[in-house]
T-cell receptor
Framework: LAKTTQPISMDSYEGQEVNITCSHN???????ITWYQQFPSQGPRFIIQ???TKVTNEVASLFIPADRKSSTLSLPRVSLSDTAVYYC???????????FGTGTRLKVLA | EAGVTQSPTHLIKTRGQQVTLRCSPI?????VYWYQQALGLGLQFLLW???????NRGNFPPRFSGRQFPNYSSELNVNALELEDSALYLC??????????????FGPGTRLTVT
């Protein structure tokens, strides 16, 4: 099963761009990468998903290099309300057995 | 559009008891997923139901079970509760086709405390 590795925590300041990298060395050819955001005592919220190159939506961008061994979630101009845990998930080759892991705890400082 | 709903919000049980948690997916979603999140930890995949069938389960003992009803709502049952079952239980739903299965919508969760 594909496993993802993320930094445990990150600090940033308001207005900065934040990049969170996820390593996934053994994802299958057709596997997607998905990112979720979770606030305390709430369920995770879908942010973005991608298969290759770059995907952008209204809240974030996802960069996946050609070798697909890692991916980077980019949050432009973060605010205090972006303080949360961010999870990177890799498909499990069609099993739908999503492994969330422990995520990256992002703290945005004023 | 109404989101995923779960009931109850909080629950306190004693060791050895049984508990049933309920989840109603977003209208139009046929897949329901259950996750366990112990305090301070990541989410652990429990079960996936789609079209009334259990499609996959995580590494949990058989005392964790569930079902999905014809209206796609779902129940999670936990028998012989143990202290380490204390956690936030999250339900999520998604559409079944293509990339939509990765876009899961989560409910607020049920906080279970086992004493």
């Amino acid at each position: 099963l594909a496993k993802t590795t993320q930094p445990i925590s990150m600090d940033s300041y308001e207005g900065q761009e934040v990049n969170i990298t996820c390593s996934h060395n053994n994802i299958a050819t057709n596997d997607y990468i998905t990112w979720y955001q979770q606030f305390p005592s709430q369920g995770p919220r879908f942010i973005i998903q991608g298969y290759k190159t770059k995907v952008t939506n209204e809240v974030a961008s996802l960069f996946i290099p050609a070798d697909r061994k890692s991916s980077t979630l980019s949050l432009p101009r973060v605010s205090l309300s972006d303080t949360a845990v961010y999870y990177c998930l890799a498909d499990q080759s069609g099993t739908y057995k999503y492994i969330f892991g422990t995520g990256t705890r992002l703290k945005v400082l004023a | 559009e109404a989101g995923v709903t779960q009931s109850p919000t909080h629950l306190i049980k004693t060791r050895g008891q049984q508990v049933t948690l309920r989840c109603s997916p977003i209208s139009g979603h046929t897949s329901v997923y259950w996750y366990q999140q112990a305090l301070g930890l990541g989410l652990q995949f429990l079960l996936w139901y789609d079209e009334g069938e259990e499609r996959n389960r995580g590494n949990f003992p058989p005392r964790f079970s569930g079902r999905q009803f014809p209206n796609y709502s779902s129940e999670l049952n936990v028998n012989a509760l143990e202290l380490e079952d204390s956690a936030l239980y999250l339900c999520a739903s998604s559409r079944r086709t293509g990339g939509d299965v990765r876009e899961q919508y989560f409910g607020p969760g049920t906080r279970l405390t086992v004493t």
